[in-house]
């Protein structure tokens, strides 16, 4: 028999626990890696797959809506469509990271899949192409917030960092479908030019829509139904899903655990949200919004015109550009699965330090040459495919530490608020910014751009080497005791 701690309530007010004593998140950070785990990564992580699709798309297509005979747009304009698009993340984020903790995981995922899918097919249906991105994003946006926090929820503690960092990385399977999608799409021989790009919005739509249904067979967050006083529900979850690893053959371990106590509440008040992030976790605060802050810009500021770059100065053909992201969107596809094991093994701190360090010299030195033109095109491809291998894992391990810091009852609105922050700092500023350093047709000016996003990833490496969490093969309630315990001493 079992030797699980039933969850259980040691006092009530009302029909409601007061105080819950239970081992339901240890119980889940046991679990061996199954099919459950591989399900929770197809349906709730293809939301990193459409973030990547999307924003290579926005580059993929510039050349083509500058030729468009119904938009009219310019280089500054792609760049202030791109930051439209991260602008509407950041508020979707923010708006829908407070409901996700405050309603539910469950509930959201279905909301922000549903608001991006609608909002991403309105694009292509487009004449007003800046508003609709700008409510693809916050479906996007939205996504992050409820996304991130239920899958660290479900996914056991030894293996979090390594199965993060591949989810984040399958943002780079978008980005080579939307590569390939737009090769095809925008080739005058298959479409129109206008209508070319707007079949390469339809993709994300078809892709939301197969995922939709998939969704139904992922249950609540146990953890977010312990800290509502649902403990009956929690309970019957995790027994749920240990019933389906016993099924399939694996053994348990039924070593008794130290119960977690807690005293269950509807609602976390805004004010004790507020006073969590900025003061008590302060110093995590600053650390997340370095992180967030620097990769925005070196990501945001970079993809989202190095399309232009292409155009501008080694003259791909627009209908081209897409070839020259595969091995691009290979390397960031790499850097993830591949160094995302260390994050577990060396620690967090000594691997998001080296990671974001790597990414800043190396753009520094790519850049220096580019400057001097002493790169083909060829040549830039592989210097930024060897910079984002390393870049993307230092990006995933940001959304990796910002969910991990916080506590439980304010983890969807933490990470919300610090995308927000430093996606708001870095990534709305970052597209505008390249886009006209671009149309200067300077190549020193563009080598100022990448200075800058060097100089903020040394920045956040020096941060995180003296102040980042050690959160490895740790609960998510040992990392960040949450607001609801009680303090046994």
């Avoid at 009302?14 to 199954?34: S, Y």
């Avoid at 903790?101 to 487009?126: E, N, P, Q």
Wanted: net charge neutral; charged share 15%.
């Amino acid at each position: 028999m079992p030797s699980e701690t039933p969850t259980r309530a040691t006092a009530e007010i009302g029909d409601q626990p007061a105080v819950l004593e239970t081992d339901l998140p240890a119980r889940l950070d046991r679990l061996p890696w199954g099919r459950f785990h591989v399900l929770i990564v197809v349906a709730l992580g293809v939301t990193w797959l459409l973030d990547g699709l999307e924003v290579t798309l926005a580059g993929a297509v510039a050349s083509a809506l500058k030729a468009s005979p119904v938009l009219h747009v310019d280089n500054a304009q792609v760049g202030l469509a791109g930051s439209a698009y991260i602008a509407g993340a950041v508020l979707g984020a923010l708006g829908f990271g407070w409901l996700t903790d405050r309603l539910g995981r469950r509930k959201l995922f279905f909301i922000t899949l549903a608001v991006y899918l609608l909002a991403t097919a309105a694009t292509a249906c487009s004449w007003s192409f800046v508003v609709f991105r700008a409510l693809t994003g916050a479906g996007i946006g939205g996504e992050y917030a409820a996304i991130n926090s239920t899958i660290q929820e479900f996914t056991p503690a030894r293996v979090r960092g390594w199965t993060d960092l591949s989810i984040n990385g399958t943002f780079w399977v978008g980005a080579g479908i939307g590569a390939l999608g737009s090769y095809a799409l925008l080739d005058p021989h298959w479409l129109p030019p206008d209508w070319g790009w707007r079949a390469c919005f339809f993709i994300g739509a078809v892709l939301a829509l197969i995922i939709l249904p998939m969704r139904r067979w992922i249950p609540e967050s146990p953890r977010w139904l312990l800290t509502h006083g649902d403990h009956d529900d929690a309970r019957s979850i995790v027994e749920g899903i240990e019933t389906r690893f016993r099924e399939a053959g694996h053994t348990l371990d039924n070593s008794v655990q130290k119960p977690l106590r807690l005293r269950a509440r509807r609602h976390t008040p805004l004010r004790e949200v507020l006073h969590a992030i900025f003061v008590r976790h302060r110093r995590r605060a600053f650390v997340g919004l370095s992180l967030m802050t620097a990769q925005a810009f070196f990501y945001n500021a970079i993809f989202f015109t190095y399309a232009l770059v292409l155009t501008e100065f080694y003259r791909v053909p627009g209908s081209d550009v897409g070839l020259y992201l595969l091995p691009f969107a290979l390397g960031n596809f790499l850097g993830p699965l591949v160094l995302g094991r260390l994050f577990d093994v060396l620690g967090r701190r000594k691997m998001i330090a080296a990671t974001y360090a790597l990414s800043g010299v190396l753009l520094s030195v790519s850049g220096y040459l580019f400057a001097q033109g002493w790169l083909t095109v060829v040549q830039q491809t592989i210097a930024w495919m060897v910079i984002f291998f390393f870049a993307s894992a230092a990006a995933s391990s940001a959304y990796l530490t910002v969910s991990e810091s916080f506590p439980l009852e304010i983890r969807a609105l933490a990470i919300a608020v610090f995308y927000a922050f430093g996606t708001g700092l870095g990534g709305i500023v970052g597209p505008a910014f390249f886009g006209r350093l671009i149309d200067t047709h300077q190549r020193s000016e563009v080598f100022t751009g990448y200075l800058v996003g060097s100089a903020l990833m040394l920045g956040a490496a020096l941060i995180a080497a003296i102040w980042g969490v050690d959160a490895e093969r740790k609960s998510l309630e040992h990392v960040a005791t949450p607001l609801s315990a009680i303090d046994d001493a």
